[in-house]
Each structure stands twice: as structure tokens, then as C-alpha cells.
């Protein structure tokens, strides 16, 4: 179960938190039925990165082709297929090639925050670890989950709805559930449409009409796997730096029984581009695909995408990372 220890947040990252739920962040286990959650290989407690940034680092900044949305060429409406078809294809669009510069932003990860930027890292392992077995994802991994998507939001109620694993095989086909590799095109992983989609999904009929009235959101807990991401890690950009009436695109994404929808991403030069080198299995990072608090000052989403980082050293290990995505209700 989560947190024999204290749980240390940055007090820059408390006001998200109902102020009459504070006094439960000390010691939160008095009192708190929740899974422990261990850091690996160290006593620290599990805490937001900001909590363990060193001093500040001078910027670091590599140069790399990142994939890009940009329309079919037959006009007809852009589709993503979730396993590649017997030809090889992924779906109708044509990805373009963009050099972007990409800032390693260890040292300074507080300055990523879940509502400013869209994203934001902590550090902590899960008591889960063996993620060969289905079953044990979703009876363990899940649960765990839960409980920390809870202490870190406050949020009321989480719904964990599916997750992937991908391992890096050159040369492999992406063709089924337990083959998935890293992503290497920019892309969100949900629109309101297909948000709101996923709460009927996944949540009782009579229940979705109320749950739909308050704050909600999807979230991605990112993490890497065996050993740390050096490998095609994940480029997360900035939400501030995102122009929603121009830089993302509707984009249907076919499974073998249905349809969803994610937000395809068109390159511009004003998009900031971050990174959180080499991270850890004990590091992970929540990535905000949907909010439905649209006031103009919240990240209701961040672009992301799996990258060739050419400071890679040639004998990294591949990839391997989990993902698991969640709705979120407040």
C-alpha cells in the first residue's frame, strides 16, 4: 500500500489541494488505508520533483526531427489506425519532419507545473514492479495508481481506464496490444469529444450526467521501465506555448471495433519543447491529456512525443516504459 513514509510535496504545488483536506498530508499514514510507495533503491519518500531538483543547471538543449501532423493529400478526413495495417501504414496523414530544439530540463523540473504547463514530474517507485503479468497491472499497478492520482489531486474519484506498455524492438511490427512501441509523432491523446466519450465508456449510465457537471480530466502516468529512458524518450511541449485554434487537429483514431479521436499537433516555431533526461524507474510524470476547467488560464492538454535524442550513448539500453491513463473527477 502507498506511503509508509511522509509524502513532501513543493508548497507551490499545495494549492491544489481542498485547504480542509491539508491536514492529511501529515503523517499521512495515521489514519490513511492507501498503498506504501518506495522509492527505489533509497529511503527518500516519495515527493514532487521540485522537492529534489539540485540547484539550478545552465540549459541544456539537443536538436532533434520530431513528426508533425500535417493533412492527407486527398482532402478526405485524417484517421490513425491503433495497429498497423498488412501494408505497413499507420493511417492516411502524412507525418512531416520538423528540427526542433528540445531543453533537458533536469534541475529546474519545478518549473513544470500540471495546470501551467500541462505536465509535471515527481520522484517515487511503485510497489509494483513486475509488469509482465496482465492480471497483476490491473489488480496492483491500478490500484496503486488510484491512490496516488488521489494524494497528489485531491481528486474524489479515479477511474483507471487502460494502459500500455511499449518496448522497443527495431524491426518489429506495432501490430497488436503486446507489441507497442515508443510513438515517434507528436500527438494528444484525447479531445473533449472523445473525453467526454470516455465517461460514458467507462462509468455507470445513471451516473454520468452528474459526473459530467463538475471538473474532470484525463491523465497519463508516465513511467520508465528496468532501467532509465535514455532510449527515444518522451518530448513533452509546453501547453502555454500551444495556439489551439491552429496547432491541433481532430484526428480519428480506429481500433478494431470502434472509433475514437485523439488531437493531431502541426508544427510552429512559438511551441516550447522539454524533456526530463534520462529518467528513472523511481521518476515519473503525469501527463494532462483532457481538463475540462477551460477558463483561460488552465493547460487543458500537452502534446508529446517519443524522440531520437542523438545524446543517446550507443550501448543505451531500448526503451521500455508504461503508460496508464485515467479520468480524473473532482
Not at 132 to 139: A, C, N, S
Not at 141 to 147: G, I, N, P, Q, W
Amino acid at each position: 500500500m502507498y506511503l509508509a513514509r511522509p509524502l513532501r510535496l513543493a508548497t507551490n504545488c499545495i494549492h491544489a489541494w481542498p485547504s480542509a483536506s491539508l491536514p492529511a498530508i501529515k503523517p499521512l499514514w495515521v489514519g490513511l488505508q492507501v498503498p506504501t510507495y518506495r522509492p527505489l533503491h533509497t529511503s527518500r519518500p516519495l515527493r514532487d520533483a521540485a522537492s529534489t531538483a539540485k540547484p539550478p543547471l545552465s540549459p541544456r538543449t539537443v536538436k532533434a526531427g520530431l513528426m508533425f501532423y500535417s493533412p492527407p493529400p486527398d482532402g478526405s478526413a485524417p484517421y490513425t489506425l491503433v495497429n498497423m495495417d498488412a501494408a505497413g501504414r499507420m493511417g492516411n496523414w502524412v507525418p512531416q519532419e520538423h528540427q526542433v530544439e528540445i531543453e533537458d530540463i533536469r534541475g529546474r523540473e519545478h518549473a513544470m507545473k500540471l495546470d501551467t504547463a500541462g505536465f509535471q514530474f515527481y520522484t517515487g517507485a511503485p510497489d509494483h514492479t513486475s509488469f509482465t503479468d496482465e492480471r497483476e497491472i490491473r489488480e496492483q499497478y491500478y490500484t496503486e495508481s488510484v491512490a496516488l492520482i488521489k494524494l497528489l489531486t485531491g481528486a474524489s474519484h479515479v477511474v483507471p481506464f487502460d494502459h500500455t506498455i511499449r518496448r522497443r524492438r527495431p524491426g518489429e511490427r506495432d501490430d497488436a496490444p503486446t507489441k507497442r512501441q515508443p510513438v515517434p509523432q507528436v500527438h494528444v491523446d484525447q479531445t473533449p469529444q472523445s473525453a467526454v466519450e470516455r465517461v460514458h465508456r467507462h462509468l455507470p449510465a445513471a451516473d454520468v450526467p452528474a459526473l459530467l457537471q463538475k471538473r474532470f480530466q484525463i491523465l497519463n502516468l508516465w513511467r520508465p521501465l528496468e532501467h532509465p529512458a535514455l532510449d527515444w524518450p518522451l518530448a513533452l511541449c509546453d501547453c502555454r506555448s500551444i495556439d489551439r485554434a491552429k496547432d491541433v487537429v481532430p484526428v480519428a483514431l480506429r481500433y478494431p471495433d470502434r472509433e475514437g479521436q485523439t488531437y493531431g499537433v502541426r508544427y510552429s516555431p512559438k511551441q516550447k519543447w522539454n524533456y526530463l533526461r534520462a529518467m528513472r524507474p523511481d521518476e515519473f510524470v503525469l501527463i494532462k491529456c483532457f481538463d475540462s476547467q477551460d477558463d483561460g488560464k488552465t493547460a487543458l492538454f500537452t502534446p508529446h512525443t517519443a524522440f531520437n535524442d542523438p545524446s543517446t550513448p550507443k550501448d543505451a539500453p531500448f526503451r521500455e516504459s508504461i503508460e496508464l491513463r485515467m479520468l480524473v473527477f473532482y
